[in-house]
């Protein structure tokens, strides 16, 4: 079809961990291992897991910020990872990235209007006056005072950066914006106005949005899907109501059920895991979730389960759904 | 029953060479045995100061004032370095936000527990040394007697945290100030941690401060709750009506902007602006600049309700 807009097929991003007296590779750590999905024009896709599931890789392989080991990426219908970088380029116009991190994605020797205005000019879409405007405008969608371009980034507050990190990002009128984690490093009234931002401009320039996060009661709210990783793989994928309402992978099932709710009347039963997520650098073999399931057999502990629809768009990798 | 810990007119001040920062104005509450109480506010709303003051553990150029602060007929005003030595870790213990960084990577797991333990229990060095691994097995890490010779690097991040909470209970403390013990941590292992904290909570009667910016955290843990902002109480009540009744317009709106899991909404109502620059403290009401309800009034010092619009004068000049 035609509105999908990102088409991902089986990317893998493995390091290389190297050791010994001539650091050779003696493995790797499997940081996304197969991850295939898509995202339809104007959609927000969130991608939740815990920490080292692989989920910022996962956004920075998309766009080729990280060179991927494996899979492909169609970006309409360009493949992103077969493009020249002359044309890579040109591509990045339409692919943007908001980071997690306001305070060290912002150049602290470069003024507003330049941080904004290098890739305006870089990318030949305006200069000189034009581009000044251009600055001013983007600044004011954003939140800002549009004659906050001559001030430096360690002049702003948190949520400040965040929305020139914001608006440096969407100057470009880009089609597709990974957000990696964008309101994790904000206070709580903070975040709720960026996440506020984001949806409106979503609305106002078409945007779809890779909105990767762990706080997985803010990607209910901003996301149209949620795809589900752990481990490098995603385990569970599909619209969000039916992924809050019926969640059916035993992992997502304690993910959700471990968020705190705000409400001393409600009774929780909550599915406590035990131990940790176990190091992408060498998985338990079989499913890998299986060392800290509930429900985990012998096939588990043999056989990888495959991400598979079960019906309505909604996809689980879980041998023992239907019988659960 | 009296009070195990009291405070009053807490005033924790910073002379910088930009200027004074005001990090706690006037906080006052009382504490007894076995209470659950939570502090909530963003970052810098100075609920971590707070506690660091009470325990002494602010360093030049803080500078704590304070009507009074006593623990069980202790006044801790008065006590001087050493005094205060017995006291820290013994009667009062602390667990920090980071377990990455609060444990010495130097030393070892169960040498870092036993330090404690021999300092203010007087035990012997084996009897101290099975004394932290019971700790560590109290808290639920495996194979303890191989993770207590383990060095912290080799701990993951939850591991971390309950070698913390085992470090910090095992003097049996009477307060335990846990800020935001679990706000490094996922998910999943959030669950674990907070669990085992209400469970030896109920075995050995110690009461918690908890300090956290997360509501959510907070209504499953304390049964009291302080809101802080820019340094001022701004509102204290049972977490209950805390939750269902917030009185304040910042606890309304931070209440607001925080979507919940279990519920749909169309559109977060955020709070405007942001917190002030800690050296620039609006006069008045020090929410006033984001409280869409803010009025027109002469703020006196020294009021104690913290907002007007539940006030008599503001009540006024609201109708």
Known sequence: MNDQIIKLEDVKKYFPVRGGVFSRVIGHVKAVDGVSFTIKKGETLGLVGESG??????????????????????????????????????LRRELQMIFQDPYSSLNPRLNVGEIIGESIEFHGMASGKEKQEKVEYMLEVCGLSPHHHRRYPHEFSGGQRQRIGIARALSLNPEFVVADEPISSLDVSIQAQIVNLMEDLQEEFG?????????????????????????????????????????????????????????????????????????????????NFNPRCLYAEDRCRIEEPELRDIGAGHSVSCHLVEKR | MSDLLQVKNLNTSFHTEDGVVRAVNDVSFNLKHGDAMGIVGESGCGKSVACLSIMRLINHPGKVEADKITLEEKDLLKLNEKQMRKIRGNEMAFIFQEPMTSLNPVYTIGFQLQEAIRLH???????????????????????????????????????????????????????????????????????????LMRDLKERINTAIVFISHDLGVISEMVDRVIVMYCGRIIEESDTRSIIKEPKHPYTIGLINSKPQINEEINKLIPISGSVPNPLQVPPGCPYNPRCEHAMEIEVSRGHYVNCWLYSKKGGQVRQ
Request: with cysteine; charged share 25%.
């Open chain 1, 53 to 90: 599931c692989g989920k910022s890789t996962l956004g920075r392989t998309i766009l080729k910020l990280l060179d991927p080991t494996d899979g492909s990426v169609y970006f309409k219908d360009h493949s992103i990872f077969e493009t020249s970088k002359e044309e890579l380029r040109r």
């Open chain 1, 207 to 287: 945007l779809t949005y890779l909105f990767i996060s762990h706080d997985l009661s803010m990607v209910r709210y901003i996301s149209d899907h949620v795809a589900v990783m752990y481990l490098g793989k995603v385990v569970e994928i599909c619209d969000k109501k039916e992924l809050y309402d019926n969640p059916l992978h035993p992992y997502t099932q304690a993910l959700l059920s471990a968020v705190p709710i705000m409400d001393p009347d409600l009774k929780s039963n909550r599915i406590i895991l035990s131990g940790d997520v176990p190091s992408p650098a060498n998985p338990p073999k079989g499913c």
């Open chain 2, 121 to 195: 229990q007087g035990l012997g060095k084996r009897e101290s040394w099975q004394k932290s691994i019971d700790m560590l097995k109290m808290v639920g890490i495996p194979s303890a007697e191989n993770i207590a010779e383990e060095y912290p690097h080799c701990l993951s991040g939850g591991m971390k945290q309950r070698a913390m909470i085992a470090m910090a209970l095992s003097c049996e403390p009477k307060i335990l100030f846990a800020d935001e013990p679990t706000t490094a941590l996922d998910v999943t292992i959030q669950a674990q941690i907070l669990q």
